[in-house]
């Protein structure tokens, strides 16, 4: 069975530009969620959707947006990009929000 | 204070030794549990997932949970130098939005 796969893998924006990063979840996984990692610390909760709904949001601006498709997979979009928003972005997948977290191989966010 | 603390190390350890990683917290809601292990510029790999207190024992791996304590521990048997890594614990009070320490970094030295 194929793992969470995440794309691009790497990415270099300037500062006030947009992007949008993808996640597609494990095949029979509802749950998607996505994490901001910077380095040496651990990964930061942003947003978790289960069956196209959100079901939590973490502490970060709101030009962080996500939205989850049909077929469960699901999106991240930032807007006005921060030099603060380099980071390695994660994407998990679960069958259900409360059950086991799948991790991708994360998404590199470069801003300049 | 953080939700979650985590000594972030580094370990070093010689290789067959026992490691034992632990992880406190704040939140006494806080019913599900996580270990994964991270190897450099990539994504984290799933170890270890308990609800409640309790023990719970996969190969050479042991994840304890001591809710009266608010303390977590990994403990992994006959460490291998395939084991070095960071190793991150994680935590939530309904299973949406899970915590993580900033990671204890491990070498086992053959």
């Known amino acids: 069975d194929a793992g969470v796969t995440q794309s691009p893998t790497h990415l270099i924006k300037t500062r006030g530009q947009h992007v949008t990063l993808r996640c597609s979840p494990i095949?029979?996984?509802?749950?998607v969620s996505w994490y901001q990692q910077v380095l040496g610390q651990g990964p930061q909760f942003i947003f978790q959707?289960?069956?196209?709904?959100?079901?939590g949001r973490g502490n970060f601006p709101d030009r962080f947006s996500a939205r989850q498709f049909p077929n469960y997979s699901s999106e991240l979009n930032v807007n006005a990009l921060l030099l603060g928003d380099s980071a390695l972005y994660l994407c998990?997948?679960?069958?259900?929000?409360?059950?086991?977290?799948?991790f991708g191989p994360g998404t590199r966010l470069t801003v300049l | 204070q953080k939700e979650v603390e985590q000594d972030p190390g580094p370990l070093s350890v010689p290789e067959g030794a026992i490691v034992s990683l632990n992880c406190t917290y704040s939140?006494?809601?806080?019913?599900?549990f996580m270990w994964y292990r991270q190897y450099s510029r990539k994504g984290p790999e799933l170890l270890m997932y308990?609800?409640?207190?309790g023990n719970k024992e996969d190969g050479r791996f042991t994840a304890q949970v001591d809710k009266s304590s608010k303390y977590i521990s990994l403990f992994i048997r006959d460490s291998q130098p395939s084991d070095s890594a960071t190793y991150l614990c994680?935590?939530?009070?309904?299973?949406?939005?899970?915590?993580f320490g900033t990671g204890t970094s491990l070498t086992v030295i053959p």
């Open positions: 998990a997948s679960s069958r259900l929000p409360s059950s086991e977290q799948f």
């Open positions: 095949s029979g996984h509802k749950s």
């Open positions: 959707y289960y069956e196209k709904e959100e079901r």
């Open positions: 939140n006494s809601a806080f019913q599900y």
């Open positions: 308990t609800y409640s207190s």
């Open positions: 994680a935590m939530s009070v309904e299973g949406n939005q899970f915590y």
